[in-house]
Each structure stands twice: as structure tokens, then as C-alpha cells.
């Protein structure tokens, strides 16, 4: 059961990678299509601003996931480093049980919040709202993934060591 919870995890998570570099594409060719045409063209593309808006904030969540699973996130170690092995492994799971939880409230009220505001849409795209608000449940969901696939990892871990 470990390695599927791994293997489902690395999937998703080379899915949001993949994702991730299309949205940074998209926002970067917008960004620079908008200066083009604001000092080039003596125009300004009404819809840019929104769209690079809702586009950052899919960066946000999937970057998010994407950091966890990759151990990137900052973190201070200073007062983690004074403990002993034991003490870092149950601190570890311990953070990971509190991710697992906060990155489930983040899903299912993400969720909520989508269907909420399904009916209304935005100002210049005409797309309802539920589009860039999906991006905290689907960032909530990644990380759960990503951090339940660590739990495990972490009590095998703590198990392994005890029988040694």
C-alpha cells in the first residue's frame, strides 16, 4: 500500500509540474503581450490583468503542492536540530498529521467555496469564479496526497528503526 500511495502521489505531482510550467509560460507570454501592446501598440488588453490574476493564483496552490512534495518550503530547523533522531521523527510526523489536516480543510471548504460562487462570473473573462477558486481545493488535495504519502513513509520509517 506504500508504494501506490507513492506512486499516486509522484503522478499527480509530475501532473502539476507539468502544469505548473504551462501556467508560468502563459503568464509570462501575457505579461510580456501586455507590455507590447500598452507602450508598442498605445492599447491595453482589458482581460490580461484578470487573467494573469486567477493564473497566479493556480501558481500559488500548485506551487505549494509541488514545494511540499519536494521538500522545498522554508523552515526553521534551529530548535528541530537540538532534538535527538526520535524526537525528529515523531516532530516530523506530527507535521505531517497537521498538513494532512490543515491541507484536507483546504480542500473540502475550497470545494464549498467553489460551488458557491459557481454562478457568478468574472468581470473580463466571462468565466464563472468557481474556475480560480477550484485552485484551493485542487491545491488542498495535492498536498493531502503529498503529505499522507509522507505520513506513511515516516511511521514505516519509525517502525524500521524500531525493530533495528
Known amino acids: 500500500m506504500n508504494?501506490?500511495?507513492?506512486?499516486?502521489?509522484?503522478?499527480?505531482?509530475?501532473?502539476a509540474e507539468y502544469l505548473l510550467m504551462l501556467l508560468m509560460i502563459t503568464i509570462s507570454l501575457l505579461i510580456f503581450t501586455q507590455v507590447i501592446f500598452?507602450?508598442?501598440?498605445?492599447?491595453?488588453?482589458?482581460w490580461s490583468e484578470e487573467?494573469?490574476?486567477?493564473?497566479?493564483?493556480?501558481?500559488?496552490?500548485l506551487g505549494a503542492s509541488v514545494g511540499f512534495k519536494r521538500?522545498?518550503?522554508?523552515?526553521?530547523?534551529?530548535?528541530y536540530n537540538a532534538f535527538n533522531n526520535r524526537a525528529k521523527m515523531?516532530?516530523?510526523?506530527?507535521?505531517?498529521?497537521?498538513?494532512?489536516g490543515l491541507s484536507l480543510i483546504l480542500c473540502i471548504y475550497g470545494t464549498r467555496l467553489a460551488k458557491f460562487v459557481h454562478i457568478q462570473t468574472s468581470a473580463a473573462l466571462l468565466i464563472p469564479m468557481?474556475?480560480?477558486f477550484a485552485s484551493i481545493a485542487v491545491?488542498?488535495?495535492?498536498t493531502s496526497?503529498?503529505?499522507?504519502?509522507?505520513?506513511?513513509?515516516?511511521?514505516?520509517?519509525?517502525?524500521?528503526?524500531?525493530?533495528?
Open 3 to 15: 508504494r501506490i500511495i507513492f506512486n499516486i502521489s509522484n503522478k499527480l505531482n509530475k501532473g
Open 38 to 46: 500598452r507602450y508598442v501598440f498605445n492599447y491595453s488588453l482589458y
Open 51 to 61: 487573467l494573469g490574476r486567477y493564473t497566479l493564483i493556480w501558481i500559488t496552490f
Open 71 to 79: 521538500k522545498a518550503h522554508v523552515g526553521v530547523d534551529f530548535l
Open 90 to 100: 515523531f516532530l516530523t510526523i506530527l507535521t505531517d498529521i497537521l498538513l494532512l
Open 130 to 132: 468557481s474556475i480560480p
Open 139 to 142: 491545491g488542498g488535495f495535492l
Open 145 to 164: 496526497v503529498h503529505s499522507f504519502s509522507s505520513l506513511i513513509d515516516n511511521i514505516s520509517n519509525l517502525k524500521n528503526r524500531r525493530r533495528k
